[in-house]
């Protein structure tokens, strides 16, 4: 069964295509939430997964948060090299087992896997496709702006915060790439399919990725 790896720049509907496309599939669908929960589980506490996650501004955590419909659960993956994790600093600890959810979600297939570096870390694996998600920061703040109408009133930001957001993570997702991969994440060469969400739109986005997909497992027919 094919994996596939979508890496997004913020507000380029990376989530939502992704939940989607594993819908579709009929595939397991593995987000930043659920590595969250591993790595809570391997007893690393809130506070500290936060300020490593890309640094995400607390602003997003607000809006992330108002528009969380929740997670379920994951339990710890089993590994030889658990007792070892432990033994890592946070940040140690946290790459380590994001590396292993994502090769063991790898192993089992059929799989979509959003974010974390998993273009990277499954670089060169058989029957898996990476895919890049971009759009201008103007098209990025206009589907921003969509989903602020979901958040009360109080707690929406303006245009200018959301561009100065959009900028501020892409900024973190890089440098975590770059420090983790010695890798420009934008790069697409990376890529097996780069896709301008602004432009293809969200639905003609989950097309072409899920007809790549297929191919890429010709063993899984079309709907």
Partial sequence: ????????????AGVPIARELAKRLDAEFLDRALVAQVALRA?????????????????????AAALNTGSPELAMPASPYLDQISQLGTHDRLV???????????????VVIVGRGGAFILAGKPDTLH???????????????????EIPPDARPDVSSLRDLAKSVDSARAEYIRGLF??????????????????????????????????????????
């Fill in 1 to 12: 069964m094919s994996v596939v790896t979508i890496s997004r720049q913020f507000g380029a």
């Fill in 43 to 63: 007893g690393i506490e809130e506070s500290e997964l936060e300020s490593y996650d890309e640094r995400l501004p607390s602003l997003w955590q607000r809006i």
């Fill in 96 to 110: 380590a087992i994001t590396k292993a959810v994502i090769e063991e979600a790898a192993e089992r297939g059929n």
């Fill in 131 to 149: 895919v890049q998600l971009h759009a201008s920061l103007d098209a990025r703040v206009r589907y921003l702006i969509s989903r602020v109408e």
């Fill in 182 to 223: 010695n890798a420009d994440w934008l790069d697409p060469r990376h890529y097996d399919l780069s896709i301008d969400t602004g432009r293809m739109g969200v639905d003609a986005t989950i097309d072409v990725i899920e007809a790549a997909a297929r191919t890429t497992n010709p063993a899984q027919p079309a709907e």
